[in-house]
């Protein structure tokens, strides 16, 4: 079963507007992360920002945000006022488990964000 | 700080031969990922060290592939013989330690086999 989906293959935005790229994720383990990459088309990927299943707030950096919503096991990221830099592919991770015990990432399927000028 | 270096960034080799990729990683980290991406796929984990030790490998095609992380601290993962369908980029990355600390990625080495 996959464990991490991310239904929008490609998404459009214009430049300076907000996006939402959607993820969802199934596990039974309480204890997990989620996890944001951006990978831009030379290939490294990028650490964007983390949710921990714990966390009772959502995670923000910078123009980043996770609207985690737990019941619903989705972990969307919204992106403020996008720039032409954020023209990229887009990775929902989850991790499972606690510490060293913990399973390996595993990684959607991936979004590609174009901006619009 | 340095980043993960990962040598070569490109490789292009008949199916059959041998090849082997190189990592080095963010000084002080403990554990080390090689993971393989598929074209238009996420990246899957292949292999995952826990300084010198190999955590999990499961999902390594051991017949073919084989990996080594000597002193805990640099890593090589090998292929060989190499086939058509390796053809994909294999990232190295490495964090502090293995839990839900996030995982700095390295460039990648593109690998094409013909």
């Known amino acids: 079963a996959q464990k991490i989906t991310q239904t929008q293959p490609g998404m459009f935005v214009q430049e300076k507007e907000a996006v939402t790229l959607d993820c969802t994720y199934d596990?039974?383990?309480?204890?997990?992360?989620l996890f944001w990459y951006k990978q831009p088309s030379s290939g490294e990927m990028i650490f964007l920002i983390y949710?921990?299943?714990?966390?009772?707030q959502n995670a923000t950096e910078g123009r980043y945000s996770l609207n985690f919503q737990k019941a619903r096991k989705s972990a969307n990221l919204v992106i403020s006022a996008s720039q032409l830099g954020d023209s990229a592919m887009y990775f929902c991770?989850?991790?499972?488990?606690?510490?060293?015990?913990?399973?390996?990432?595993?990684f959607g399927q991936g979004t590609e964000l174009s901006v619009k000028p | 700080e340095a980043g993960v270096v990962q040598s070569p960034r490109y490789k292009i080799i008949e199916k059959k031969q041998p090849v082997a990729f190189w990592c080095n990683p963010i000084?002080?980290?403990?554990?080390l990922y090689w993971y393989r991406q598929n074209l238009g796929q996420g990246p899957e984990l292949l292999i995952r060290?826990?300084?010198?030790?190999?955590?999990?490998d499961s999902q390594l095609p051991k017949d073919r592939f084989s990996a080594e992380r000597l002193k805990g601290v640099d890593s090589t993962l090998k292929i060989q013989p190499a086939e058509l369908g390796d053809s994909a980029v294999y990232l190295c990355?490495?964090?502090?330690?293995?839990?839900?600390?996030?995982?700095?990625f390295g460039p990648g080495t593109r690998l094409t086999v013909t």
């Open positions: 000084s002080g980290h403990n554990t």
């Open positions: 991770a989850m991790r499972e488990g606690r510490g060293n015990q913990g399973g390996k990432l595993i």
């Open positions: 990355a490495s964090s502090f330690s293995g839990g839900f600390d996030e995982q700095y």
């Open positions: 060290y826990e300084n010198e030790e190999a955590v999990d």
């Open positions: 949710q921990g299943s714990y966390d009772q």
């Open positions: 596990t039974s383990d309480p204890s997990y992360g």
